[in-house]
């Protein structure tokens, strides 16, 4: 271990005494005091929240990123296209000792870099908060609804499996369906229908969600709601939410007058969840123009409920953005090992691209690719879809979701996701990278006859 440390330490001085790498910690520098000063938000609570966490830690996730693809491509393939490296495979020291240095010594370097900048971004967003004057209202809000990290709960989706079913035998029956029309697209088709049918609230009407507490609290309970309506003007539109049990004399009762395409927030509390762990919740639609309200059938309602402080919500974020960059560490690594600095840098930066873009990878997988004018698919329409199946299927694996976007809106960034992106990224994809990395770095000529 100690000649692997020795190596981390070479490896940290290196990077440091890159140009690039200089360049790109100066821009890390400015992005945490700049941006919070220049970018402004929506005038409101939440949008300040938003731009302190979400675009300053954005921005630092980008440029440590980028530092670290450079500096793991240069960090063996520099050494071996300058020769140093033969300094070191001439000393007991294994390749695959020279590749843990090498990427433990990047992983050092973006822990202390990371935990300075998260530490100035938590430091700045508490200073810019407590110099705002806030009203009480503020306060509960940043309290209850910002700086805290509560766990998004879905209502107990509505039964509509049988009911498609039985449409989709209706339309094959009586001979609906074309002949090249696939049978799960039509029968997907048909259940989201009746899903919007089933979360679509008409006027004087009553729609029940029912939602099940995971955790018992005394912190009030937050439902979020967003709906569309079946006016064009947008006008505010009347409604009254009640939660608890139907019979509670108690039961609580909210008139809203709510903008349609917003996203709304009201607070209920916990005391309203029976014994069962469950929460039942009416909106009744009381508008007095007639007026649908149409909820997404996903997370049109949800309900949020403490979890953790905000501090522990922070500090699991900062970790999953560690462990994403000492996965691109790994990758960088593995192909400065492989090839040469340009080749590697390229290489690097395209397989980024991929595992950013797999949503759209997963949307082309869906389509139906006609080149030309043929009526049909032909063979070279084939190979096309199944080079996007091919992509997408590739790049899943390393496909993470942000951690800021729930940050910024006070939603749960759970262990669970931070073991999931150290044990499969880093633990389970890094291993494959380090074994691969190694294996063939050991039979590569690092030095030719002249």
Same mark, same amino acid.
């Given at each position: 271990?100690?000649?692997?440390?020795?190596?981390?330490?070479?490896?940290?001085?290196?990077?440091?005494?890159?140009?690039?790498?200089?360049?790109?910690?100066?821009?890390?520098?400015?992005?945490?005091?700049?941006?919070?000063?220049?970018?402004?938000?929506?005038?409101?609570?939440?949008?300040?929240?938003?731009?302190?966490?979400?675009?300053?830690?954005?921005?630092?996730?980008?440029?440590?990123?980028?530092?670290?693809?450079?500096?793991?491509?240069?960090?063996?393939?520099?050494?071996?296209?300058?020769?140093?490296?033969?300094?070191?495979?001439?000393?007991?020291?294994?390749?695959?000792?020279?590749?843990?240095?090498?990427?433990?010594?990047?992983?050092?370097?973006?822990?202390?870099?990371?935990?300075?900048?998260?530490?100035? /971004?938590?430091? +700045?967003?508490?200073?810019?908060?407590?110099? &705002?004057? =806030?009203? #009480?209202?503020?306060? !509960?809000? $940043?309290?209850?609804?910002?700086?805290?990290?509560?766990?998004?709960?879905?209502?107990?989706?509505?039964?509509?499996?049988?009911?498609?079913?039985?449409?989709?035998?209706?339309?094959?029956? /009586?001979?609906? +369906?074309?002949?090249?029309?696939?049978?799960? &697209?039509? =029968?997907? #088709?048909?259940?989201? !229908?009746? $899903?919007?049918?089933?979360?679509?609230?008409?006027?004087?009407?009553?729609?029940?969600?029912?939602?099940?507490?995971?955790?018992?609290?005394?912190?009030?309970?937050?439902?979020?709601?967003?709906?569309?309506?079946?006016?064009?003007?947008?006008?505010?539109?009347?409604?009254?939410?009640?939660?608890?049990?139907?019979?509670?004399?108690?039961?609580?009762?909210?008139?809203?007058?709510?903008?349609?395409?917003?996203?709304?927030?009201?607070?209920?509390?916990?005391?309203?969840?029976?014994?069962?762990?469950?929460?039942?919740?009416?909106?009744?639609?009381?508008?007095?123009?007639?007026?649908?309200?149409?909820?997404?059938?996903?997370?049109?309602?949800?309900?949020?409920?403490?979890?953790?402080?905000?501090?522990?919500?922070?500090?699991?974020?900062?970790?999953?953005?560690?462990?994403?960059?000492?996965?691109?560490?790994?990758?960088?690594?593995?192909?400065?090992?492989?090839?040469?600095?340009?080749?590697?840098?390229?290489?690097?930066?395209?397989?980024?691209?991929?595992?950013?873009?797999?949503?759209?990878?997963?949307?082309?997988?869906?389509?139906?690719?006609?080149?030309?004018?043929?009526?049909?698919?032909?063979?070279?329409?084939?190979?096309?879809?199944?080079?996007?199946?091919?992509?997408?299927?590739?790049?899943?694996?390393?496909?993470?979701?942000?951690?800021?976007?729930?940050?910024?809106?006070?939603?749960?960034?759970?262990?669970?996701?931070?073991?999931?992106?150290?044990?499969?990224?880093?633990?389970?994809?890094?291993?494959?990278?380090?074994?691969?990395?190694?294996?063939?770095?050991?039979?590569?000529?690092?030095?030719?006859?002249?």
């Amino acid at each position: 271990m100690r000649k692997i440390f020795a190596i981390a330490g070479l490896a940290i001085r290196s990077a440091i005494r890159s140009l690039v790498v200089v360049v790109l910690l100066a821009l890390l520098l400015i992005a945490i005091i700049a941006l919070p000063l220049t970018i402004k938000g929506d005038g409101t609570l939440t949008g300040a929240v938003q731009v302190l966490l979400r675009y300053t830690l954005g921005a630092v996730n980008i440029i440590l990123s980028i530092a670290t693809l450079w500096a793991g491509c240069a960090a063996i393939a520099t050494e071996v296209q300058e020769h140093q490296v033969h300094l070191l495979v001439t000393k007991p020291v294994t390749r695959a000792q020279l590749w843990l240095g090498k990427w433990l010594g990047l992983l050092a370097l973006n822990t202390v870099l990371l935990a300075s900048a998260g530490g100035v /971004t938590y430091g +700045l967003l508490h200073w810019h908060l407590n110099r &705002q004057p =806030l009203s #009480a209202d503020n306060r !509960t809000t $940043l309290r209850e609804e910002l700086l805290v990290a509560r766990r998004v709960v879905n209502a107990e989706q509505i039964p509509v499996e049988a009911d498609a079913q039985r449409i989709f035998a209706e339309q094959r029956r /009586t001979g609906v +369906l074309t002949k090249d029309a696939r049978p799960d &697209q039509v =029968l997907a #088709a048909i259940r989201q !229908t009746l $899903l919007q049918q089933a979360h679509s609230l008409p006027p004087n009407l009553m729609l029940r969600h029912v939602f099940k507490v995971p955790t018992a609290t005394t912190r009030p309970l937050v439902l979020r709601y967003k709906f569309t309506s079946s006016q064009t003007d947008k006008n505010p539109v009347a409604c009254v939410w009640l939660a608890g049990a139907p019979e509670r004399p108690d039961r609580f009762q909210r008139p809203e007058l709510a903008a349609p395409a917003g996203i709304h927030t009201l607070q209920v509390p916990a005391l309203l969840v029976a014994a069962d762990g469950t929460l039942t919740v009416d909106i009744a639609n009381v508008n007095p123009e007639p007026v649908t309200m149409v909820f997404a059938p996903a997370d049109g309602v949800q309900l949020l409920v403490y979890e953790s402080s905000f501090a522990a919500n922070f500090f699991r974020c900062l970790l999953i953005m560690l462990g994403e960059l000492a996965f691109l560490g790994a990758l960088s690594v593995t192909l400065g090992s492989l090839f040469s600095l340009p080749v590697a840098a390229l290489t690097t930066a395209y397989a980024v691209m991929l595992m950013n873009i797999g949503s759209y990878l997963q949307i082309l997988t869906q389509e139906t690719f006609i080149i030309g004018s043929a009526a049909k698919s032909n063979t070279f329409d084939l190979l096309i879809h199944f080079l996007y199946v091919g992509l997408y299927w590739l790049t899943k694996p390393f496909q993470t979701a942000s951690p800021l976007e729930p940050l910024a809106v006070g939603e749960l960034v759970s262990w669970s996701w931070v073991a999931g992106v150290w044990g499969w990224q880093v633990l389970v994809i890094g291993g494959i990278l380090t074994a691969v990395g190694t294996w063939i770095f050991n039979r590569r000529e690092l030095g030719l006859p002249t």
